[in-house]
């Protein structure tokens, strides 16, 4: 006899009458893969191996397929524990899965959007028709001293592709138009498909490098948008504007933080300057209160600062936040980084 304890139902027994010497073959915390097969509700055909097992159970039994069993007795009767069933992935785990099979697709093939930019402005012998979409594409991601305002910052955010699914299924949903005429990776895509196009039609090697360029734009966006969805308090915003040796050091970040059931919003800004690097962390609460601190990388640069605390508290306060704080701080303030760590080992760059 085997009695199966099937430890994810309480209560759950099976009772097996067998012939078969199985209680020589087992031994206690031994691990086997068995196949319950239902008979009807209090009835099932348990095979392990090439022992075939009728139990019966005083409650139905949901297990079935393929199932992990433990030894956990065998005298003076066999009892087996059910360690695990045939289940669907939980959301979390089919998310990760998507994710991870994204990064592993798109990460080889991704190349920074101001290095795919500027080789592509480089290429020379393409056809007059696509002329015009590249000039319009480079004059919106290359045009130098566009001053990079608040609202500057936002419509780059939202042309920045990031965004182009989530404004279709708006569209869809709401059935209400909308302009994606300068979302990047709208143009990108339209481009690349122009591209195939003419591919087909006359193939030249200025046509496979520009669709091998477009490949690792989308592919660097891709990457991108896997990042935001990971971690969606964290935007990877990547203006890709000409830049010298100096601004590669630039960098701001935005994160939501929740905080005793409120919302805060922090920003990191590091810019580099004459006088050397301006740290800046503004920390803005749901009441509307701001606090802002400074760092300065050297003593002229604090000097400066210093001189236009002034003129800076006086811009805050116009903007109609309450401005709690505002002070120079003696450490550089820490960015964050809360992304999920992911295993790439089959990946080679």
Not at 62 to 82: F, H, M, R, W, Y
Not at 254 to 267: L, T
Not at 285 to 304: F, H, I, M, R, V
Not at 341 to 348: E, Q, V, Y
């Amino acid at each position: 006899m085997v009695t199966v304890s099937n430890n994810l139902i309480p209560a759950n027994a099976l009772t097996v009458q067998s012939n078969s010497p199985a209680g020589s073959l087992l031994k206690v915390g031994q691990l086997l893969t068995a196949s319950i097969n239902p008979i009807n509700n209090h009835q099932v055909q348990l095979t392990i191996g090439n022992q075939t097992l009728i139990a019966n159970s005083k409650q139905p039994i949901t297990a079935n397929g393929s199932v992990q069993v433990k030894v956990n007795q065998i005298s003076p009767e066999i009892q087996l524990s059910i360690v695990n069933t045939p289940t669907k992935p939980t959301s979390d785990l089919s998310n990760q899965t998507i994710m991870q099979a994204a990064y592993r697709q798109f990460i080889p093939s991704q190349a920074p959007l101001t290095q795919v930019f500027q080789q592509i402005n480089l290429l020379q012998s393409l056809p007059a028709n696509l002329q015009a979409p590249l000039q319009q594409l480079m004059e919106q991601v290359t045009k130098r001293n566009q001053g990079l305002n608040a609202d500057n910052i936002k419509q780059k955010l939202n042309d920045s592709g990031l965004f182009l699914e989530s404004k279709l299924a708006t569209q869809a949903r709401n059935q209400t138009p909308q302009n994606f005429k300068n979302d990047l990776k709208n143009q990108i895509l339209q481009l690349q498909q122009q591209v195939t196009d003419l591919q087909q039609q006359n193939p030249s090697n200025s046509l496979n490098k520009l669709s091998h360029l477009l490949n690792q734009a989308l592919s660097r966006l891709t990457v991108q948008q896997v990042q935001l969805f990971e971690n969606p308090t964290i935007t990877p915003l990547e203006i890709p504007y000409e830049t010298t040796k100096d601004n590669i050091k630039d960098y701001i970040e935005f994160r939501k933080v929740n905080q005793n059931d409120k919302n805060q919003w922090e920003a990191y800004i590091d810019s580099t300057l004459t006088e050397g690097l301006l740290s800046v962390k503004l920390r803005l609460s749901d009441n509307g209160t701001l606090d802002c601190y400074l760092w300065c990388e050297t003593a002229p640069l604090q000097n400066k600062v210093e001189q236009q605390l002034g003129s800076l508290q006086e811009l805050l306060d116009r903007t109609g936040l309450k401005l709690n704080n505002i002070q120079i701080s003696s450490q550089k303030p820490v960015k964050t980084d809360t992304s999920t760590k992911m295993a790439l080992i089959d990946i080679k760059i």
